[in-house]
């Protein structure tokens, strides 16, 4: 297949013309600063937009994050519930504060934090107070169900819609569930300020104190005259132009994400994989990102140590490494999905709470337990992000299914592909470990200087 003489990304920003001109206004009018017009507009749009009385425009969604968790009363030793399946942004402004996240198992109808998990961690962790829940890749969670265990607890939800700023749940806006709602206009976002974030909610006395906050906390005095520790986090006047500017194509863009989804799922019919899930009844997403899953029966062998990933080719199998490095190959960007927070290095030893209760420590030498993945680490094995750039043709989208079917069509008919096991493969092959001349591909061909 040939490749696209420019890269397809994952998901690249989408300038339209505006923004240029809201730039060009904050320059001639010499508001280059973290105050002006633009500022004022965006904060404005974003609350008209989402449904809610305050929006302050800061730095970038982990910043808005950050200034959430400490209105939420994060600080240290405070443990806090948070999505598990998610960016670390998600997470991390719970240990800046100095707080302990303990991570919340992901259900399979739309890959966001299970509510029944969430019971369950309330029963094994009754002094939680806070919750920070995300929309992964643009799909609302079980809000009805997530926000009625957070009421029932007496938690506050932060509300982590940087992946969702214009999906819906039941008619009303991601970013306005929680007492403290943030949204990201990060390069890759829906709708981008190149950076940038905010902090949404209905409480005014919260909105002023992250205006303080995010301007080094300064006191009434003629002076600079401090009493609480300040940050550096409001956003540009500049940067928000550029939001100014995109604020008018948001509905445009998803547009253009939810055709995106609708042609992968069309065209990837017939192979054994399905979309992120989405509960269509009850939300409307903003199709940021599509994935894949592929069905359980059909994943070849795929290992992955914290830095590298290798798989066993094998007939009428794939796995997301082998289809991320054929989309790779025809310049096209694919990502894994979200390796979840309890299985990185940096949280391996936070607690973890599935439906079933404590994620950790599953398994008995003596007793079989069953345990098998939890739903993360499943999907995350499984599943893989798309090219979903909006400025992708429907004719590239059309390579791109052709190379993911052609990948597994190579698992189910390696032969035609040019392959046929030989002696080195067989040898390989018994090298690596695998025991079948069907098996070889890439792990086998990846060490074939010897190395295993
Ligand atoms: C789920 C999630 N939370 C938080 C963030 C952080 O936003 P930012 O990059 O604007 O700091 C991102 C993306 O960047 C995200 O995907």
Redo the contacts with the bound molecule.
Sequence with gaps: MKKFEKKVYLSSPTMHGPELQYMQEAFDTNWMSTVGKNLDEVERLACEKVGCKYAVALS????A?HLAMKLAGGKPGVRVFCSDM??D??VNPVVYEGGVPIFIDTEYDTWNMDPVALEKAFELHPEVKIVVM?H?YGTPGKLDELKGVCDRHGAIIVE?A??SFGASYKGRQTGTFGKFN?I???G??IITGS???MLLTDDRDAANRVRKWSTQSRENAPWYQHEELGYNYRMSNVIAGVVRGQFPYLEEHIAQKKAIYYRYKEGLKDLPVSMNPMDLQSSEPNYWLSCLLIDKDYMCKQVRDDSTACYVAEKGKSCPTQILESIAAINAEGRPIWKPMHMQPIYRMNPFVMATGDGRCRTNAYIDTGAGLDVGADIFARGLCLPSDNKMTPDQQDRIIAVIKDCSHCGFRPEERGWRPDISDLWNAARCGVNSVKHSGRLCKENNEGIS
């Design positions: 970038c969604g982990t910043a994050l998610t960016f942004a998600t995300a992964l982590d940087a992946e943030c990201s206009f990060n890759n976002k950076s940038g974030g």
